[in-house]
């Protein structure tokens, strides 16, 4: 059994440089597991283009019509909004990003591999289904959700979502669906404003939704006790059958956007958690998907420790160390009102 690994060489044609979702993220990734040696070790594969059909599945067609238009007629970068820009082929770039993600959502899948990370850009987990958003074009992890469920039969998957934006885009995609458990952790408020601890899901979706909204300043020690005390137990009672990770690195302390205090050594901690809890609950079945990170060393670190856990080793990679500043806020009283709203066991 093997590690699959996605990526595309066309990721850095979306690219604007002094933009913090610049096409040096993917290079700082790339040459991290080509130096070490990852790369000949994870079963590499060329991402392809996902069909329209089933970008189609999450979005609207008058957006599709929007990208389509784009990718004809600019010869520049433009800007959709104002933080999330298209250059020429961002369409087909995007598509490529969402095909990462569903190719190696097949690989695992089908059993041709173990498990999976589809290192991709442009992120995906703020997209919405009719427009852009925070430097998202395509829900890439819905967009593959979505083909597990269709093609695979996958009847419970479940969303992590650590990068440290909240994960509004998978939220309204299935905010109404009971067939995916999406779990976000986020500092708050914090862009994009969403994500209270409140909001949980509508209709038969209702409870399906975990929303875990942190105060600035939040580290691993917080994020350890969340997961032992809030997620292990939500994915012990909705028994995933695939589990997907938006993974994103802007939670760490070196993060030039945002205000978490998360370590590498951290990350890689949450990273193996999560592989245990697939596990325990999904013969394995977990896909890492690229999304934030906005310090190269500790992307590039973090997407690194990623590989080691999937393919087994015991390598932890952290030359960033802990946070200047080791105190993190009270975490218990959060960890209580969310065990309180989803009726943790
Ligand atoms: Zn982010």
């Known amino acids: 059994m093997t590690t699959v690994y996605v990526t595309h060489p066309r990721y850095v044609e979306h690219d604007l440089p002094g933009h913090p979702e610049h096409a040096g993220r993917i290079r700082a990734i790339w040459q991290q597991l080509d130096t070490t040696g990852l790369s000949n070790r994870l079963g590499r594969l060329e991402a392809q283009p996902v069909a329209e059909e089933w970008v189609a599945a999450v979005h609207t067609r008058p957006y599709l019509d929007l990208l389509n238009k784009v990718e004809r007629i600019q010869d520049q970068v433009i800007h959709l909004n104002p933080d999330t820009y298209v250059g020429p082929n961002g369409y087909t770039i995007a598509r490529l990003s969402a095909g990462g993600v569903v190719m190696a959502v097949e690989a695992v899948l089908s059993g041709k591999a173990h498990n999976g990370l589809a290192a991709v850009r442009p992120p995906g987990h703020h997209a919405m289904p009719g427009y852009s958003m925070g430097f998202c074009l395509l829900g890439n992890v819905p967009i593959a959700a979505h083909y597990a469920r269709q093609v695979h039969g996958i009847r419970r998957l479940m969303i992590v979502d650590f990068d440290v934006h909240h994960g509004n885009g998978t939220e309204a995609m299935f905010y109404d669906d009971d067939g995916v458990l999406f779990v976000s952790t986020h500092q708050y408020p914090f862009y994009p404003g969403t994500g209270a601890a409140d909001d949980t899901g509508r209709g038969r979706g209702k409870g399906f939704t975990i929303n875990i909204p942190l105060a600035a300043g939040h580290g691993d020690r917080s994020y350890t006790a969340l997961f032992e005390q809030v997620i292990w ?25 945002a205000g978490m205090r998360l370590s590498l050594t951290g990350y890689a901690y949450l990273t193996r958690e999560l592989i245990r809890m697939a596990d325990q609950f999904c013969g394995g079945k977990i896909v890492f998907v690229l999304e934030g990170g906005y310090n190269l060393e500790a992307l590039a670190h973090g997407v690194r420790n990623i590989a080691h856990a999937l393919l087994g080793e015991d390598a932890i990679s952290d030359p960033l160390g802990p946070p200047r500043v080791d105190r993190e806020p009270d975490i218990e009283p959060l960890i209580n009102r969310l065990r309180s709203i989803h009726a943790l066991p």
């Open 233 to 257: 137990p939500a994915a012990a009672r909705f028994q995933p059958e695939l589990m997907m990770v938006s993974a994103g690195f802007d939670a760490h302390w070196a993060d030039p956007l």
